[in-house]
């Protein structure tokens, strides 16, 4: 988080206090936004613990599971 932190400092020249209050707003506004299995990881992806395609895996598996009840059980007729 703190390549965050001093990347906002650096672009707006915000004290470093402040942009530290600022991301974690922002971090915490992404928590309540994202999936619960994907805002459990995202400290630990700020911190550099979790690497991004850890995050990218779970996506992809929330994203093939969303998708799957969508079209899991339509079939599409052919013309024929």
Do not use: C, Y
């Not at 990347?7 to 992404?30: C, H, N, P, W, Y």
């Not at 459990?40 to 690497?51: E, P, R």
């Not at 850890?54 to 598996?61: F, K, R, S, T």
Request: proline letters at 2%.
């Amino acid at each position: 988080m703190n390549e965050l932190i001093n990347l906002v400092v650096q672009r707006t020249g915000i004290s470093q206090e402040d942009a530290q209050k600022a991301v974690q707003v922002m971090v915490d506004f992404l928590k309540t936004k994202l999936p619960a299995p994907l805002a459990s990881h995202l400290d630990s992806l700020l911190a550099g613990g979790v690497g991004a395609s850890a995050i990218g895996e779970e996506a992809g598996e929330l994203l093939k599971g969303a998708l799957g009840g969508f079209f899991g059980g339509k079939k599409i007729a052919r013309a024929g």
